[in-house]
């Protein structure tokens, strides 16, 4: 059975950092494609925003505007981990952090829906604030 499981949320204040982990069972995460999505408070019947993601099997990384230049997406492989490394936190990146593997070969892996009902994570909770 699949698991992914995040962990590393926590309450940070403005300008900090944090780094969050996805771990997995039942599946090799060097082999898929990982993304890192998030969704704030209050928005749960949007759709969970991309963040970072990377190709499976040493393929690239795309971030989204947001992320880029504050958050980092990496592996390791082998403890089947993958994390997301975020520095100079805003108020605006409270949310709620999801991880998920899958099939993605290009930037669309930072589309929620290129990824498997089931491989995801329940998330972590991120909070920004003074």
């Known amino acids: 059975q699949v698991q992914l499981v995040e962990s590393g949320g926590d309450l940070v204040q403005p300008g900090g950092s944090l780094r969050l982990s996805c771990a997995a069972s039942g599946l090799t995460l060097e082999n898929y494609a990982i993304g890192w999505f ?4 209050g928005k749960e019947r949007e759709a969970r925003a991309g963040i970072t993601c990377v190709l499976g099997r040493g393929g690239r990384t795309y971030w989204t505007d947001s992320a880029k230049g504050r958050f980092t997406i990496s592996r390791d492989n082998d403890n089947n ?3 997301l490394q975020m520095n100079d936190l805003r108020p605006q990146d409270t949310a709620v952090y999801y991880c998920a593997a899958g099939g993605a070969t290009t930037n669309n892996c930072l589309l929620e829906r290129y990824y498997p009902k089931n491989y995801w994570g329940k998330g972590t909770l991120v909070t920004v604030s003074s």
């Not at 998030?38 to 408070?41: D, E, F, N, S, T």
């Open 38 to 41: 998030r969704q704030a408070p």
């Open 81 to 83: 981990v993958v994390y």
